[in-house]
């Protein structure tokens, strides 16, 4: 993987920038190995690290459908810095007032780009539906938010993936996590990087023990190698799911510490996990990269330092 980590154009909490150097020491593929992602989220994992052939699927039928129309040319980056440099100007001018009316458009029309402008507006760049499957995020209370720097930086992010979509075989699906891990080869590579067990609950679908259960035995049964992401322990509880249902399996840890505000009291330490069904050969530890090598800020800052050890 090159040096740079490119930021993709839809944001999430719980974006993965930061780790992504660290996933991609630890990933076992060549160039000919089909990445197979049944978590899209952001894309920022496998935007960076897959190689020619992909596979990347969400059940948020959202992030699927902008990225399908950024594949087939129907949203482009010229299309995009105009929308929302027209779109961010009424914004300036009414606030609140027009952020809800694009957001009552996008749940009328599901229009990719309304799901853009919203992603990149709303509060803490959120995606939440409600239970008629409605975008019910806030406004983010920022009109300026689409000043000319900010337009250039998503236009840029868009550009990369107009390139990448150009030279690889990517593919988008809108499936559950159980039927993009059924497609997988036993010479694909599976990364998954689902809700963590027992600390998210705002995800597009909900989760729990019984998709934990479920995503487990499918992924040993799938015979192909596979990496997931997840949390091992924080200053408060551990993740009990990693001493049983993931007992069988390899595990790398790095310190890592989410930002949940400005202060500073606000940072929290998180270890959090790799868990492989193939034994990881400790490589070097990954540079701590400069602020200049991200396109786009993420919620996290990362300390560099990790252990490997076998669950038992």
Same mark, same amino acid.
């Given at each position: 993987?090159?040096?740079?980590?490119? +930021?993709?154009?839809?944001?999430?909490?719980?974006?993965?920038?930061?780790? +992504? =150097?660290?996933?991609?020491?630890?990933?076992?593929?060549?160039?000919?190995?089909?990445? +197979?992602?049944?978590?899209?989220?952001?894309?920022?994992?496998? @935007?960076?690290?897959? &190689?020619?052939?992909?596979?990347?699927?969400?059940?948020?039928?959202?992030?699927?459908?902008?990225?399908?129309?950024? $594949?087939?040319?129907?949203? %482009?980056?010229?299309?995009?810095?105009?929308?929302?440099?027209?779109?961010?100007?009424?914004?300036?001018?009414? /606030?609140?007032?027009?952020?809800?009316?694009?957001?009552?458009? @996008?749940?009328?029309?599901?229009? =990719?780009?309304?799901?853009?402008?919203?992603?990149? !507006?709303?509060?803490? /760049?959120?995606?939440?539906?409600?239970? $008629?499957?409605?975008?019910?995020?806030?406004?983010?209370?920022?009109?300026?938010?689409?000043?000319?720097?900010?337009?250039?930086?998503?236009?840029?992010?868009?550009?990369?993936?107009?390139?990448?979509?150009?030279?690889?075989?990517?593919?988008?699906?809108? *499936?559950?996590?159980?039927? %993009?891990?059924?497609?997988?080869? %036993?010479?694909?590579?599976?990364?998954?990087?689902?809700?963590?067990?027992?600390?998210?609950?705002?995800?597009?679908?909900?989760?729990?023990?019984?998709?934990?259960?479920?995503?487990?035995?499918?992924?040993?049964?799938?015979?192909?190698?596979?990496?997931?992401?997840?949390?091992?322990?924080?200053?408060? &509880?551990?993740?009990?799911?990693?001493?049983?249902?993931? $007992?069988?399996?390899? $595990?790398?840890?790095?310190?890592?510490?989410?930002?949940?505000?400005?202060?500073? !009291?606000?940072?929290?330490?998180?270890?959090?996990?790799?868990?492989?069904?193939?034994?990881?050969?400790?490589?070097?530890?990954?540079?701590?990269?400069?602020?200049?090598?991200?396109?786009?800020?993420?919620? @996290? %800052?990362?300390?560099?330092?990790? !252990?490997? *050890?076998?669950? +038992?």
């Amino acid at each position: 993987m090159k040096n740079k980590v490119h +930021v993709p154009p839809i944001k999430i909490q719980g974006i993965k920038t930061k780790l +992504v =150097p660290w996933i991609s020491e630890n990933v076992e593929i060549t160039e000919n190995t089909r990445w +197979v992602e049944p978590f899209l989220g952001s894309g920022v994992v496998g @935007f960076n690290v897959a &190689r020619k052939n992909a596979l990347f699927a969400d059940s948020n039928p959202h992030t699927i459908a902008f990225y399908n129309q950024l $594949k087939d040319k129907k949203i %482009t980056s010229s299309i995009v810095k105009q929308f929302l440099y027209e779109e961010g100007k009424i914004l300036s001018e009414k /606030g609140q007032e027009y952020y809800n009316y694009v957001r009552a458009r @996008f749940n009328e029309e599901q229009n =990719p780009i309304d799901f853009l402008f919203l992603n990149r !507006s709303c509060f803490n /760049g959120m995606i939440r539906f409600n239970r $008629k499957f409605k975008f019910n995020v806030p406004y983010g209370h920022k009109p300026q938010r689409f000043a000319q720097a900010y337009i250039t930086k998503i236009v840029n992010q868009i550009k990369y993936l107009e390139l990448a979509f150009e030279q690889n075989n990517w593919e988008f699906k809108c *499936q559950s996590f159980e039927d %993009t891990i059924k497609e997988a080869n %036993t010479d694909d590579f599976i990364y998954c990087d689902p809700p963590y067990i027992g600390r998210h609950v705002d995800y597009y679908d909900s989760w729990d023990e019984e998709n934990e259960l479920r995503l487990h035995e499918l992924l040993i049964n799938s015979e192909a190698k596979f990496m997931l992401s997840t949390w091992d322990n924080n200053e408060y &509880r551990k993740n009990e799911y990693l001493d049983t249902v993931w $007992k069988n399996c390899y $595990k790398l840890n790095k310190e890592h510490f989410y930002h949940l505000g400005a202060k500073e !009291s606000n940072r929290k330490p998180m270890i959090e996990a790799l868990i492989t069904n193939y034994k990881i050969t400790e490589k070097q530890i990954v540079e701590r990269q400069p602020k200049s090598q991200y396109i786009q800020m993420d919620l @996290f %800052t990362t300390i560099e330092k990790k !252990s490997t *050890q076998h669950c +038992v």
